[in-house]
Every structure is written in structure tokens, then in C-alpha cells.
């Protein structure tokens, strides 16, 4: 299991293609990228400031994806995620799961998604056509991440 | 008892503040928020239902106890991914 903190931009194909680089008895890999986009809010986006809490940010980061691991059977799970200026069109976040059915890497990619989004210490701040804004917090990821506590 | 309140995003950039050591008696997290919130101004940000709380950089409920030394942070909502 790999994650990574980091400022600087990757490459999102070699990290997919990492997930199964020497490893055959890998049969699924599923992965989400988010990019940063250039609209938000009914305002044009030109960049944003991505603050963290570091040491937390590994820690929590460390945890979800310990928990994905109890609940799915992975061979490989990555999670990468930018901090500091980025620009529209970057991407932000990586989550890779490699697994040997495909069932098993989509709900464990989605599940650390959904954690991240709600659990890990990351906060946006967007440079929008009114001024900097920091983005609120929304209800529906916090219903996404609820999905996977239910019976 | 002595914490160590860190402060986050807007909420860092609201207080003018990124974190500070603050005395006191604190049975848990929201012994010490309504403590900062009594200073007033500004400090009423920690008065929103959205506040997300830390100890020792694991997220936690406000009722959760507090030891001296402990790493408290507050806040807003997380917006990472």
C-alpha cells in the first residue's frame, strides 16, 4: 500500500500501469482521477491552493486505506494526492486499486474515495472570478461516505 | 493543563492564527472550544455546526476527553480529493 502527499503534478497512466507492473496474478485494476476544473459554483475557477494537516493527512490517509484493505481482498492499493497551487485541468487525487477480480478493486476504489472526501484533512481554496473562496463542505458526500457503514 | 490547538484553512485565516498553547481545565474538546468561543469577535467561528475537531491528529467527536499535552485542531469541513 502506497500514499503519497505531494506537490508535485503526476502522471496518471504510469501510475495505473505501476499497479500491475510485475505482478500477473493482478486481474482488475480500477482507478479515479479527479482533475481540477475551471467552473465551480456558477463561478469561473483560474486555480486553487490546496492546504493540509500534515502528519494527520498521512495518518488518516494510512487508516481508510488499512480499512479497505480488511474489507475487500487487494493486492495493490494506491492513493495519491496534491497539495499546494494547482492549476484547472491538473489532477488532484489518484486512488489505484489493483485486485485479482474486478469487484472487489471498484467498491474498495469508491469506498477510500468516499473516506477521503469526508475524512482526510485537505481543504480547497479556489481562485474564482469573485475572489478566493474556500469550498464548503457538501452534504452529499457525506451521504456517499454513510453508504458504506449501513448493514 | 496545557494544549496544543492547532487552527486550519478558514478558519486559521478568520482567527489570524495557526495555532497556539492555551491553559486551562479542559475534561474534553468542547470544555476548550467554549473557552476559545468566550473570547469572542472572530473566535465565534468555532461556534459553527459544521466544526470538524482533532486529538492528536485523529478526528474525534467534541466530547472526547483531553489529556495535558495533547494536539487539539479545529477545523471547517474537509474538501480535499
Known amino acids: 500500500m502506497a500514499i503519497r502527499v505531494q506537490e508535485a503534478a503526476f502522471d496518471p497512466g504510469a501510475e495505473v500501469n505501476a499497479l500491475h507492473a510485475a505482478n500477473v496474478g493482478v486481474g482488475a485494476v480500477v482507478s479515479f482521477v479527479g482533475y481540477v476544473r475551471d467552473f465551480n459554483e456558477g463561478r469561473e475557477v483560474s486555480g486553487m491552493f490546496l492546504?493540509?494537516?500534515?502528519?494527520?493527512?498521512?495518518?488518516?490517509?494510512?487508516?481508510?486505506?488499512?480499512?479497505?484493505?480488511?474489507?475487500?481482498?487487494?493486492?495493490?492499493?494506491?492513493?495519491?494526492?496534491?497539495?499546494?497551487?494547482?492549476?484547472?485541468?491538473?489532477?488532484?487525487?489518484?486512488?489505484?486499486?489493483?485486485?485479482?477480480?474486478?469487484?472487489?478493486?471498484?467498491?474498495?476504489c469508491d469506498f477510500v474515495m468516499d473516506y477521503l472526501k469526508t475524512r482526510a484533512p485537505f481543504?480547497?481554496?479556489?481562485?474564482?472570478?469573485?475572489?478566493?473562496?474556500?469550498?464548503e463542505g457538501r452534504e452529499s458526500d457525506h451521504a456517499a461516505a454513510g453508504r458504506w457503514t449501513k448493514p | 493543563?496545557?494544549?496544543?490547538?492547532?487552527?486550519?484553512?478558514?478558519?486559521?485565516?478568520?482567527?489570524?492564527?495557526?495555532?497556539?498553547?492555551?491553559?486551562?481545565?479542559?475534561?474534553?474538546?468542547?470544555?476548550?472550544?467554549?473557552?476559545?468561543?468566550?473570547?469572542?469577535?472572530?473566535?465565534?467561528?468555532?461556534?459553527?455546526?459544521?466544526?470538524?475537531?482533532?486529538?492528536?491528529?485523529?478526528l474525534c467527536q467534541l466530547a472526547e476527553p483531553l489529556q495535558a499535552g495533547d494536539e487539539v485542531a479545529f477545523f471547517?469541513?474537509?474538501?480535499?480529493g
Request: glycine share 8%; proline share 5%.
Open chain 2, 1 to 58: 493543563m496545557s494544549v496544543n490547538v492547532q487552527y486550519f484553512a478558514r478558519y486559521r485565516e478568520t482567527l489570524g492564527l495557526d495555532g497556539e498553547q492555551v491553559e486551562g481545565n479542559f475534561p474534553n474538546i468542547d470544555a476548550l472550544r467554549l473557552h476559545l468561543l468566550a473570547r469572542e469577535g472572530v473566535w465565534e467561528v468555532l461556534g459553527e455546526q459544521s466544526l470538524m475537531c482533532a486529538r492528536n491528529q485523529e
Open chain 1, 123 to 135: 481543504w480547497k481554496k479556489e481562485n474564482t472570478s469573485a475572489g478566493p473562496k474556500w469550498v
Open chain 2, 76 to 80: 471547517p469541513t474537509v474538501t480535499g
Open chain 1, 51 to 108: 492546504e493540509h494537516y500534515p502528519g494527520m493527512t498521512e495518518k488518516a490517509l494510512g487508516k481508510i486505506t488499512a480499512e479497505a484493505q480488511q474489507r475487500w481482498p487487494l493486492l495493490k492499493l494506491e492513493v495519491l494526492h496534491r497539495v499546494g497551487s494547482l492549476e484547472p485541468g491538473e489532477p488532484i487525487v489518484f486512488v489505484g486499486v489493483a485486485s485479482a477480480h474486478r469487484q472487489a478493486a471498484f467498491e474498495a
